[in-house]
């Protein structure tokens, strides 16, 4: 079977879309796998149909060595899951002579109390019966880890709440699981930094990783230098008695302090207060934007180690961690270039490079790191051959420096893909995997890959929006690190993470109350669902282009802005991907009405955004958005009675418009833009599609060129389910009483082709064009005899497929004799150069195609490009319909000749 043409069923992404709404309902969403909400999932279990009642009488002992950190974690245990079910506890408290508890039902045992520290143990085993919770672990951090497990075990009958019988092993795949707060560019309070260690503990992470130092501040107290915090903090900073309260808050849920004081780079604060440190002569003051600045600390200047020697000795008393982390990251050494001091260094020293300097400047720091007994980590950037193996490469840049790293011997930490600053949507760092299966390392390679750190800058965030940041989405990057490798299934992943957000909220995190008082200033007043209702559908702009070049927001803007409301997987969005998934998948009048009623709520919701921005000029810039809005409300709703257009030419005008509408809504608003463009984009053309064939003005000539293309009507259309590949392809589809004549310009980097006739895949390992005519347009669901597939690679091989053989097989023996020329753009199967693409002509006759040329003849069509991934080496394509198959009803546009 050719397996372009094969079935597969579209994968259906469901989300707590009530949950995420905030409209006072709860909605049980359960794994498929398990039928529990774990997060992350467990390494190996086995449910049974027991339940474990949890009433008044549930209490709980510990056996083994007196360890008050335990009691108390055992303790919040009881009052959390209390609290969950409302049942009463008699027992109040978890502990041994004070509080007595005889017969207890919930047994936790283990042997000894475990220093917290890289590699602690913290596997498990639980075992719940009818009438009893058995927990059971070498170590009290064992039992925390168990713990959360058995609260994401709660479920609900006609009888109560009850713990789902069975066993749980439960081990860490990665010993490093990480979440790095950077309270330097935005302070983060204590407060701030106590809920998201509770949120780390319940989604069993175990790093916290302190970024204290950058150029918009230095946050920790220093006795030995009190200038640091006094000159270059604003008064915001940890004083030391903070930080050991935060490093015993932590350690009490079995979770490492890691502090971070960056250099030589990103050093404005250090320079505020020590200007002599300087590599250059200017004067600095604390730095109000982000980005990447020119001040640099000098590395040919002995009093630099000097003051360096006495922070870092003071604050390794400070941090008990082993690991001591020193940034080293996005050094350009402009001002190193520019000093004549430090060049004659260079040439002295007989280096060749700043990457050369700085791993000099690294490797006496190490020696004062090594002095105070801490092991040194630092950003990829560092990552040199002279530098020595025991430093710790922190790999953000990309996988590459994990990748050599861990050859190379070195222990490494990835935090590439993890960067939830970015607010990319959680699926994107659910599918990173610190050790994928193709990685290409050895066992003993594999070893050196400690685990994953996900990243929270802070030049967008401030302690009023920092969770909505972190949180859930940090937890799917818990499971990452946690699970085993796999598990990826995104549709259980979102079910499970909306539950696991509302858990969150125990422990303080404002995730969802936040984005509510943010909408309240924005509205202001009470009356905020018209803020809710766009809220929902928009997401801020990715990556870096919400602050380009750090220039649109100062650290003291306000971050109270429409912006700051929306989210990462904005709920709505999420909603509308679900019922297009179902819709085209199997539509049905539920889908329908479900699809109904988002696009009337859109529809109508202008109206009523338009009268708070009255009263609230904050909201005005939003207006443009808001009407896009309800445009697709209201096209959406179109699209739905798709059999309301009187003519063809009807149809098209309204599609075409449409199409235009939705690309200009793509435009920005109050730096967030929809998110429900791609799936709208889908769903009008599942139900629209109709694509014009105009008649040729003159002759044709197939030679690849598109130079007699002019006068025709050329489209284009992008990739819409492969998130990373954006190279689009422009068509136009031309006619004359002879042949049917399609066009193609695409745009393609990376020019590829290994087959040069047909095999078990066709020329699937070849970039190029295909596509689909269903001649009858019966849209069926099977590959009838009048279906034709065309695919022309750029080698300007072609391969003609028609339907099915009498005995209802694949087709392979017909090909037919369609005339086709490519002209490529570049070189191909030259990964070293850049290309800019290819061009395809193509002729089919009319005899060939079996039917008769005329002014208002519909064919089914679906256009597709084919190329094969540079990093996984696999066959992707994407189709004119952005659909997960072909040769669906809902896979083919109508083809409409004009004259």
């Known amino acids: 079977m050719n397996t372009r043409l094969m079935k597969r069923s579209i994968s259906i992404l469901t989300f707590l879309i009530i949950t995420f709404c905030l409209k006072g309902i709860t909605v049980q969403a359960q794994s498929p796998e398990t039928g529990l909400d774990w997060m992350p999932i467990p390494a190996e279990y086995e449910l049974t149909n027991e339940k474990f009642r949890i009433n008044k009488n549930v209490s709980l002992s510990i056996d083994g060595p007196k360890n008050s950190r335990l009691e108390k974690y055992a303790t919040r245990f009881m009052r959390r899951l209390d609290q969950r079910t409302g049942s009463f506890f008699e027992q109040g408290f978890v502990g041994y002579d004070e509080f007595p ?41 064992g039992l925390m880890r168990g713990l959360e497990t058995i609260l994401q075990m709660i479920q609900i009958d006609d009888s109560g709440y009850y713990l789902t019988g069975g066993k749980v092993d439960d081990q860490p795949r990665f010993a490093w699981r990480g979440l790095m707060i950077d309270v330097s560019r935005h ?15 319940a989604v069993k992470m175990n790093i916290l990783h302190l970024h204290l130092v950058d150029d918009q501040g230095f946050r920790v107290e220093s006795k030995v230098y009190p200038q640091l915090h006094e ?29 971070e004081f960056d250099v030589p780079g990103h050093a404005t604060s250090w320079l505020t207060a020590f200007p002599e440190l300087s590599s250059a002569p200017e004067t600095v003051t604390i730095e109000r934007r982000s980005g990447i600045f020119d001040p640099t600390l000098d590395p040919t200047n002995e009093k630099t180690y000097e003051v360096l020697d006495g922070l870092f000795t003071e604050m390794s008393q400070l941090f008990p961690d082993e690991y001591f982390h020193i940034g080293g990251d996005e050094n350009e050494g402009h001002h190193w270039d520019a000093n004549k001091k430090i060049q004659a260094f260079m040439k002295k020293k007989g280096f060749h490079s700043n990457h050369e300097l700085q791993t000099y ?17 630092g950003w990829d950037e560092i990552l040199h051959p002279d530098l020595p193996k025991e430093t710790v490469i922190h790999s953000w840049q990309g996988v590459e420096a994990l990748l050599q790293s861990a050859k190379e011997g070195r222990k490494t930490v990835l935090s590439n893909g993890y960067y939830i600053d970015l607010l990319h949507p959680a699926k994107d760092h659910y599918l990173m995997d610190p050790l994928p299966a193709d990685c290409g390392l050895t066992d003993e390679q594999k070893k050196n890959v400690l685990g994953g750190e996900t990243t929270m800058w802070s030049e967008l ?74 809220a929902d559908v928009a997401s801020p702009l990715q990556g870096y282009h919400r602050n380009p070049k750090g220039e649109y927001y100062r650290t003291y803007s306000p971050f109270t802005l429409f912006a700051d409301v929306c989210i990462a997987d904005p709920p709505n969005a999420l909603k509308l991907k679900d019922l297009v998934d179902q819709y085209l998948e199997e539509p049905n009048t539920e889908t329908e009405k479900s699809l109904h009623d988002l696009f009337d709520e859109w529809q109508n919701n202008h109206s009523k955004f338009e009268s708070i921005s009255k009263q609230s000029p904050i909201l005005k810039e939003m207006l443009p958005m808001s009407e896009n809005l309800s445009k697709i409300g209201e096209a959406g709703k179109t699209a739905l009675n798709k059999n309301s257009f009187s003519s063809q030419g009807d149809q098209l005008e309204w599609y075409q418009s449409t199409l235009e509408m939705l690309e200009n809504a793509k435009e920005q608003s109050g730096r967030t833009e929809l998110a429900i463009i791609k799936d709208m984009i889908r769903f009008i053309k599942s139900q629209m599609a109709i694509i014009p064939a105009d008649k040729a003005t003159g002759k044709v000539k197939v030679d690849g060129n598109l130079g007699d293309w002019g006068d025709a ?27 049917l004549y399609l066009a193609f310009d695409v745009e393609n980097s990376n020019l590829q082709s290994e087959k040069s006739k047909r095999d078990e895949v066709g020329l699937h ?51 037919g004799s369609a005339v086709t ?72 546009a109508k083809l409409l000749l004009i004259d």
């Not at 400047?361 to 980590?377: D, H």
């Not at 699970?483 to 858990?503: C, E, F, W």
Request: charged content about 25%; hydrophobic content about 35%.
């Open 101 to 141: 508890t005889p017969n207890p039902n919930v047994v936790l045992t283990y042997d000894k109390v475990e220093e917290v520290k890289l590699g602690m143990e913290e596997s498990y085993n639980l075992v719940i019966s009818g009438d009893k919770v058995q927990l059971q672990s070498a170590t009290d951090i």
């Open 187 to 201: 302070f983060q309070p204590i407060d701030v930094i106590k809920r998201n260690i509770d949120g780390m503990a």
């Open 231 to 259: 000159k270059a903090s604003d008064g915001d900073y940890f004083t030391q008695e903070e930080i050991k309260y935060i490093i015993q808050y932590a350690e009490d849920r079995g979770i490492r302090v890691v502090p």
């Open 361 to 377: 400047f690294n490797k006496r720091l190490l020696t004062i790191l090594k002095r105070n007994g801490k092991q040194m980590m």
């Open 461 to 534: 965030v401030t302690p009023l929006t920092i969770d909505t940041r972190i949180w859930p989405r940090t937890a799917a990057i818990a499971e990452r690190l946690w699970s085993p490798g796999h598990i990826t299934d995104v549709k259980s992943m979102y079910n499970r993470m909306g539950v696991i957000a509302l858990q969150l909220e125990e422990h303080g995190l404002t995730h969802f109350r936040n984005r509510e008082v943010i909408m309240r200033n924005l509205s202001g007043g009470w009356n905020i669902e018209p803020v809710r209702s766009l």
């Open 713 to 739: 009507t050329w489209g284009q259309f992008t990739p819409l389910l492969h998130d990373s590949w954006s190279d689009p392809c422009k068509y136009a589809i031309q006619w004359d009483k002879k042949n």
């Open 765 to 815: 390992m070849d970039d190029g064009v295909e596509f689909l005519i269903d001649t009858q347009s019966n849209q069926s669901d099977t590959w009838e005899n009048d279906d034709i597939a065309y695919h022309v690679n750029v080698k300007n091989a072609i391969i003609d497929d028609r339907g099915l053989t009498e005995s209802g097989e694949y087709n392979n023996s017909w090909n």
């Open 821 to 892: 020329a490519v002209k490529v753009e570049g070189t191909i199967n030259n990964s070293q150069d850049t290309d800019k693409g290819y061009q395809v002509e193509i002729a089919i006759s009319w005899k060939e195609l079996g039917v008769k040329p005329q002014e208002g003849l519909t064919m089914g069509i679906d256009l597709c490009v084919n190329d094969r991934d540079d990093d996984s080496k696999e066959y992707r394509y994407f189709d004119y319909m952005n659909l997960n198959v072909f040769h669906k009803p809902s896979g083919f």
